[in-house]
C-alpha cells in the first residue's frame, strides 16, 4: 500500500470503498477490537486488492493518516500520537481465535505484523496468516462477503462485528432471516465467558450495535429471542434487510426542533422537502409497524411538530417493548398519540424522572459499598491488633504457651509425638491459643473490642 498525504486522505470518500473478507474469517473467528482501531483496521482491509493481489505488502502510514482516517465524518476522534500508537498497537497485539474446522483445533493469529515506528511514522504489513482470508478472492467460488465502508465510526465497539456478521448473512439478498447460538455469537465477538445474565448481553452488546447498524449502515435489523432453556436464552432470530437507499441516515434525535405546537390541516404545511426528510428518518423504524403505511405517515409528519412525532414514536417503542401484548396496532397507536402537543415533554419528563431515580440508587449504591469497605478495614483491623496483643503476651510470658502446647497434645493423643515448633504450625492450634490466652486477659481483649465497637458506631452515624 503507497504512502498517502493527510490531504489526499481526506479527499477520499471512505463510504465507497469495499471491504472484502472470506467467509471463513467471519464465520468461524472472535476478535475484539476497540471501535477507533476497527474502523482503521477495515479502511486498511478495503485498500486491499482482494482479487488480484497475491501478497501482503509493507504498509506505511503517518500519525497525521490515522487522524484524518478516524476524524473522516467530522468528529474529533483521535487528537494526540498517544492515542494514534495505542491503536497500531491493539492492531498489533490483539488476537485473532480463528477455529480450523480441517484440523479440529483453535489458532492465534494477529492482524498485523512486523510493525515498527520512526517518529510520527509507522510500516507494518497484515499477517502472512491472513492472506487465504483477505487475497486472492472471487466471485466464481463465492466464498468472500463485501460491504461498502462507513461514513462514520461506530461508538460501539461490537457494532463492526455484527454488521459483518449481518453481511455475512445477508448476501445479495434483500431481507433475510437467521437464527445464531448466544453462545457461538459471544465466540465471534471475542466476550467468551461475559455477559453471563442475557439482560446485560441485550443491554451492553445488542442494543447498542443494533441501534447503531440501523443509522449508520446501508442495512437494517432487528432481533428477538428465539429459544430458552429454562429461563436461559440460548438463541436470538435476527432479520436484517437491505435499505432502500445505501446513504448512511443521521440518527432520528437529531430530528431539527420545532415548535410544539399542533399543525391543522388549515395551517400551512411543511414543505415537501422537509417531509421528504424525516419520513426517510421515521420509515426505517417503523416500515414492519402495523397499519403505517407510507401514505399515512407522510400524512402525519405534515400535521403534526416533530416533537410529537418524536414523541410518540419513543412512547409506542417502550409500550410495546415492555409489554408486546398491550398494543395489536403500533401504526394506531402512534398515530392516536402524535395528535398530542404535549407529549415529547411528557416523554421527555418521565425519562428524567427515570434518570433520577436511577441516579439515586446508584447513589445509595455506592453509599453502601463504600461502608462495606469500611466495616471490613475495622475488622481487619482489630484482628491485626488481637494478633498482636496474643503475640506480645507469648513473648512476655513464654511459661505460658508451654502450658498451653501441653494441655493441647493431651486432649488429642494423636498429636502427642508433634514437637513444638509442629504444633505452633497446625492450624486448629492457633485458633485454640488465641482464645485461651484472650480468655485469661478479657480486660486487654474489651479495650480492642470497644475501640472497634466505637468507630463502628462513628460509622454508622456518619452513614
Known sequence: MAHQSKSELKLQKLHELKVVKRNDLIENSGYRLPAR????????????????????????MSF??????????????ISTKKEGFKIMKDLNSQ???????????????????????????FRFRFSPDLKGFLLGLNKQEGNFTQFLLFKRVFECSHSFRIFTILARNLGNRPTFKFVVDIEKLKFQLGITGKYQKFYEFKRWVMDPSTKEINVITDIGCKWEV????????VSILVKVWRKTSAQALPALVELPPSSDKQISDSDTQKPDTQISEIFVKLWDRMRDWEDITEAGLKNAISKYSDNQLLGALVQTEDQYHANPGSIISRGKYFYKLAQIPTLFDEVQQ???????????????????ADKKEKVAALQREKGDKIQALVDNIIASQPELL??????YKQSRPNIADKSRDEILKFPPFIGVLSSKILTQFPERFEEINRHYESELRVLNTRQ
Not at 482501531?37 to 506505511?60: M, T, W
Not at 428465539?226 to 436464552?233: A, C, D, N, P, R
Open 402 to 407: 508451654t502450658v498451653i502446647i501441653d494441655q
Open 37 to 60: 482501531a476497527a474502523f482503521l483496521l477495515y479502511y486498511l482491509i478495503s485498500r486491499l486488492d482482494s482479487k488480484n493481489q497475491r501478497e501482503f505488502e509493507d504498509v506505511h
Open 350 to 368: 418521565k425519562k428524567e424522572v427515570v434518570r433520577e431515580k436511577k441516579k439515586k440508587v446508584e447513589n445509595q449504591n455506592r453509599v453502601e
Open 95 to 121: 488476537p485473532i481465535h480463528w477455529w480450523n474446522k480441517e484440523e479440529d483445533e483453535e489458532e492465534m493469529l494477529t492482524w498485523i505484523t512486523g510493525l515498527k515506528r520512526k517518529g510520527d511514522n
Open 226 to 233: 428465539s429459544e430458552k432453556q429454562g429461563k436461559t436464552v
Open 64 to 77: 497525521d493518516d490515522i487522524q484524518a482516517i478516524l476524524n473522516c465524518d467530522g468528529v474529533r476522534r
